[in-house]
């Protein structure tokens, strides 16, 4: 079973690092295969509002950058795992 | 010590959905924001169905905006006087600008007219990221 781990926690932050790695140790010891991604080392542009992914290049973003691979991992993806801080009751924008 | 000055918070979300209430998450979070900093929330207004204005002034739009209109005319009064937002103001904007049918149907429309104008519209259902 392939996993993707999304880490959307700011760098150095100790408690998500743990939490990642403690995730990863133990779907690898289940047999699954883990990816994890660091979204906050990652550049992605933010999204535009253009609809260009509506009208355009239907499905894919416009901009050519890493959220395109992070889209095609996520749908190859058995089971997502997303990790986040809460602010004011929100999730990570990452 | 001289005692902070009272800060009021009011928060007006817009979303291309056209139920008012998508916006609900997005005004709970600026509630909890105002709680957290210290401001006294004066309300918030939640408004489904942006498309249809698309940028334009609210009084070139004419009859489908007098709630919206009348909606900040009301909220505005209210804080100017010191007071939160009334609810009357809050159900005035949540009100459907145009029935949901006719905003579906036209908003549809417009994709598809933009979607053959870039030569994609027979490339809208795909799912290009999906393992085959």
């Known amino acids: 079973m392939n996993t993707l781990i999304l880490n959307g926690s700011p760098k150095n932050n100790q408690l998500a690092e743990k939490i990642c790695e403690s995730l990863s140790e133990e779907l690898?010891?289940?047999?699954?295969?883990?990816?994890?991604?660091?979204?906050?080392?990652?550049?992605?542009?933010?999204?535009?509002?253009?609809f260009g992914c509506w009208v355009k290049t239907p499905g894919v973003c416009v901009i050519d950058d890493a959220g395109r691979d992070i889209a095609r991992t996520y749908m190859c993806s058995d089971m997502v795992i997303f990790?986040?801080?809460?602010?004011?009751?929100?999730?990570?924008y990452v | 010590m001289e005692k902070a000055k009272k800060q009021f918070m009011l928060a007006i979300c817009q979303s291309g959905f056209p139920e008012a209430h998508q916006n609900q998450t997005a005004l709970a979070i600026c509630r909890c924001f105002s709680r957290e900093a210290g401001f006294t929330w004066a309300g918030g207004l939640a408004l489904g169905g942006g498309g249809a204005i698309n940028g334009q002034p609210l009084e070139k739009l004419g009859g489908m905006m007098r709630n919206v209109r009348k909606a900040l005319d009301l909220a505005a009064g209210a804080l100017?006087?010191?007071s939160p937002v009334p609810e009357e103001a809050c159900a005035l904007i949540r009100k459907p600008l145009v029935p949901?049918?006719?905003y579906l149907l036209m908003g549809n429309l417009m994709w598809k007219m933009q979607a053959?104008?870039?030569?994609?519209?027979?490339?809208?259902?795909?799912?290009?990221?999906e393992p085959t």
């Open chain 2, 80 to 82: 100017a006087a010191g």
């Open chain 1, 83 to 92: 990790i986040s801080p809460i602010t004011f009751g929100g999730y990570s």
């Open chain 1, 28 to 50: 690898n010891a289940q047999n699954y295969k883990s990816n994890l991604l660091n979204l906050s080392d990652i550049e992605i542009a933010p999204c535009l509002g253009c």
């Open chain 2, 100 to 102: 949901g049918w006719i």
């Open chain 2, 116 to 129: 053959r104008k870039n030569g994609s519209s027979k490339k809208m259902n795909d799912r290009p990221y």
